[in-house]
């Protein structure tokens, strides 16, 4: 079963799926980082989802963990109204984006499981920006995100990496993987791969921002990980004909049931909100580009609709 914030549903039922958006951030600390991670309008959000929906897509997975921005009555409210299945996040994000003095920070291993187990299973705390976990809603996150960057991957204690191991091995969720280079994606599937995590419960985004060293993705892909790749339509990057002679290096090696595909937005990347793209450029503009490139339809058809439908169910 694949836990929405609606509630339990056949992994069948999941249908077209980007598998990595944010669709709500409040005006908090990460705004205060970069202005485009705040997308708090409702309205605009709707707008956005009733576009992606009108296309055919059918759900959302939403990387936003708690304490930095998630808004989680505002997901279930917005899934209740569009009827897309959204999956939510708990988990942690990179340190950067908590201030100094917030709990994340503080909290031991076995607190910080007891939150992530919590989220999982009763509800998603509320005010977590700000305040301890305590008051909670009924819907429940169906992700555990993770993030590794230079500062964690230097960090001898590892405490979040133990407790979001220790809580997908108990729930059977699965662990969606920020990285910032694909050598942290190698380090992060081993290391949850040796804390007891299966591997078909490790999903490592973000590989494709760099384009130099697609013989890691391969490597990741063959420890049974998931691979996700959100750099699409993301230009200061590469441009989407690259992405897709990646992705077809990748289906040459066999590895069309490992791929994850989602665009990664940001108040700048969503059509809503005046940004540069919207949740219909996976659609209307990536989807024709792979067509053109000799890419069949069963395999997106894998990308978009049957590879989340496994990667995002509780084993």
């Known amino acids: ?3 929405t914030v609606q509630g339990l549903i056949p992994p069948a039922q999941l249908g077209f799926c980007h598998s990595h958006e944010h669709l709500f951030l409040a005006n908090g600390h990460p705004a205060t980082l970069n202005p485009a991670l705040r997308i708090d309008d409702y309205t605009a959000t709707l707008s956005e989802l009733e576009m992606f929906q009108s296309l055919g897509g059918q759900a959302i997975v939403d990387a936003q963990p708690l304490g930095c921005g998630r808004m989680e009555e505002e997901l279930a409210k917005v899934s209740l109204q569009t009827k897309i299945h959204i999956v939510a996040s708990t988990g942690f994000h990179k340190l950067a984006f908590y201030p100094a003095n917030h709990w994340i920070r503080t909290f031991s291993t076995e607190e910080l499981r007891e939150v992530f187990i919590h989220e999982l299973t009763k509800g998603m705390y509320v005010g977590t920006d700000s305040h301890l976990p305590k008051e909670y809603i009924n819907h429940k996150a169906g992700l555990i ?6 500062e964690r991957l230097n960090d001898p204690e590892k405490k979040w990496f133990a407790a979001a191991a220790q809580a997908s091995i108990e729930t059977g969720v699965p662990m969606m993987c920020h990285t910032e280079t694909v050598e942290q994606g190698m380090y992060l599937a081993d290391l949850y791969i040796a804390l007891g995590v299966s591997p078909k419960n490790i999903i490592i985004c973000h590989l494709d921002r760099k384009l130099d060293n697609i013989e890691a993705h391969k490597k ?5 990980c998931f691979v996700e790749y959100d750099t699409i339509g993301r230009f200061k990057y590469h441009d989407d004909e690259s992405e897709v002679e990646m992705l077809k290096q990748m289906l040459e090696w066999g590895f069309a049931d490992a791929i994850l595909l989602g665009l990664d937005t940001t108040r700048q990347r969503l059509k809503s909100y005046g940004g540069e793209i919207g949740l219909d450029y996976m659609i209307e503009s990536f989807i024709p580009l792979m067509h053109r490139r ?3 339809q069963e395999t997106i058809d894998k990308f978009m609709i049957r590879n989340p439908a496994i990667a995002f169910s509780k084993i």
Not at 145 to 150: H, P, Q, S, V
């Open 1 to 3: 079963m694949i836990q």
């Open 145 to 150: 995100k993770t993030a590794i960057d230079e």
């Open 220 to 224: 990741i892909a063959e420890k049974g």
């Open 294 to 296: 000799g890419i069949p």
